[in-house]
């Protein structure tokens, strides 16, 4: 299969209406396709949209695949993905954690020529661009890794002291982290679609006022949510999650809208 055949690159685990727009989700650093299943769900339990999830190369069924490290070709992948499953229904975006990061670039790349323009973008768990830091923690050693794991209480913690799972499950969580961390923003790329923000007020690595600052990546409109939480305060809230969710998609346009 190509690099831009959606079967590669996007999972759909709970079709719905043929007419439903289309939300697009992108894993956090480490994680898989199969985590956005519960939020897959919900929100195809309100009818609102049709949730297709990233599956990054390096994992699940693609683990022989090698894992990308630069986080604009990865969004390049997906866009081209993305516009080959193109089928007229409105788009829109949602990335958790390095998937928010990805996410805003993919909008980037769709805004900026690729002849398909995202209707909106949700983020969660991840600061803004705008705010970003020097962080180098793709460059630690494994007991370095595996603390950050277990500080944001994600994916595998649990399951860290199993050797073998923790050769799963270290290598592509670097090279996301190398995705992130060589990721440069640069202002003048500026959106021009509405953002919505979500963070935990708990959230360790994402404190509330950088989550708010997601608001200077657009020209459209913007609103922060908080919600009760840590890093991972999704997983507690996906019905709340599809909810919000479900009353922005309902104002999407119609697609026609969305074409430059």
């Keep these: ?23 697009i989700c992108f894993p956090h650093a480490g994680g898989s396709a199969s985590y956005y299943f519960p939020f897959s769900r919900a929100v195809a339990d309100t009818g609102a949209a049709e949730v297709s999830v990233v599956q990054y190369p390096g994992r699940q069924d693609r683990h022989r695949e090698a894992c990308l490290t630069d986080l604009r070709q990865l969004a390049r992948c997906v866009v081209d993905a993305v516009l080959a499953c193109d089928d007229g ?15 805003f670039e ?43 794991v277990r500080a944001l209480d994600g994916t595998g913690s649990s399951m860290l002291d199993d050797p073998d799972i923790r050769a799963m499950i270290l290598p592509p969580l670097r090279a996301d982290y190398e995705a992130l961390e060589t990721y440069r923003y640069s202002p003048a790329r500026r959106l021009t679609i509405p953002v919505d923000a979500f963070v935990g007020d708990s959230d360790p690595r994402t404190p509330v006022e950088d ?48 074409r430059l």
């Design 89 to 103: 229904r409105p788009v829109s975006l949602f990335g958790h954690s390095m998937g928010a990061l990805l996410a």
């Design 106 to 148: 993919v909008a980037l790349q769709l805004q900026e020529g690729a002849g398909l323009r995202a209707d909106r973008l949700f983020v969660s768990g991840r600061r803004s661009p705008s705010r970003a830091t020097s962080e180098k923690v793709h460059l630690r050693d494994e007991q370095g890794l595996m603390r950050e």
């Design 211 to 258: 989550a708010g600052q997601w608001g200077a990546v657009t020209s459209g409109d913007f609103e922060l949510c908080v919600l009760p939480g840590g890093h991972f305060y999704l997983v507690e809230q996906w019905t709340t999650l599809a909810a919000h969710l479900g009353g922005r998609l309902a104002g999407i346009g119609e697609p026609t809208s969305r």
């Design 1 to 23: 299969m190509s690099s831009t055949d959606p079967a590669v690159w996007l999972r759909r685990y709970h079709p719905v209406d043929d007419n439903a727009p289309r939300l």
